[in-house]
């Protein structure tokens, strides 16, 4: 079985992880992780990181460090992993699904139909950058706060800038099938001195001091560990082994697919998954059989929020082009750990299913 997704994990992760362990270490959060972070908000010129448990929870404490609460409307893409929405109704704000462009991405004219909106949260979708920067003026000028989920993009860019430093507050994602994986993980990545304060102390406690158990205010525990760290580090290493790897499997791809079904990328842009059009919702759901029976994984992309049931009472604009297209998107297998002849068995796969 091909699979659609895979982690990279290399002896040397293994090394990494052992040594830690053979360290005498407390197992908890440490040195590791303030390595991991300083390396992380170095590499996409933040001032500061915070590592968390998982991509979810940081948006959450990207959104209520950032003072979003009750009464505040955020505005989210109508395609995205459900955990961008469900960190706003968690910080107890008001999400405004809006509509996504060509790229994937939020639209900047979709979002400018919205009379009002204290913050928004743009997703670079499978690495697509789309129109991140002229959203980031967008929301500059009107004192929108802007959280960037950078949850699949990291190593991508908005030409010179880097993912994880758009807007006011950025996250990453490090689950095994995320550009880089330490288990379950999370950062978040910021320049504001109060904002990061203020995570910092629901992150942890909200101690008065540190080991103090008297406290300023409520807090909670967001804490990861230097065994996670261990493994981070390790793999934060070969970040550039990934992206490197990432984009030539998506110009294996290219040599063999057609551009009709395979949406393209940008060569700044680090593709995530291999995202292929169908025609239909019917004609992807024949696809992904016919290549279940090739024993090759295929996935397909999120549904829109406005179909999920629970959300049908959100607000939102017209999301006419979204609703259209989110049914028809297969992710293709998009591992590091692909082989060319793997590429191009499925493409094969793919072209004869296409009559190509
Ligand atoms: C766009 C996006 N945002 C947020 C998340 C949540 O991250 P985590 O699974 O680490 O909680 C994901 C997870 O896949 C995601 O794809």
Redesign the pocket.
Known sequence: MINQVEPNISNEDIESVSQYMQSGSWITEHKLTKELEDKVAAYVNRTHAVAVP??????YLALVASGIKKGHKVAVPNI??I??INAIIWAGAEPVIVDIDNSLCMSVESLKKISHIDAAIF?P?NGRVGSGLEIEQYCKDRDIILIE?S??ALGSSYLKQKCGSLGNVS?F???P??IITMG???MVLLDDDDVYQNLIDIKTFNREKDKSDVHKGFGLNFKITDLQSSLGLSQFSKIEKFINLKKEIYSHYSNFISTRFLKTFYEYETPWFIDLFCESEKQREELYLYLKQKNIETRFSYPSLSSQSYLQKTDKTDLAFSEDISNNILWLPSSTGLSQEDIEYVSEGVNNFFGN
């Open positions: 998982n991509g979810t929870i940081a948006i995205t992993m955990a961008t997703v979708l989920d949850a699949h996250i994602s490090f689950t099938h995320k379950q993980g999370g």
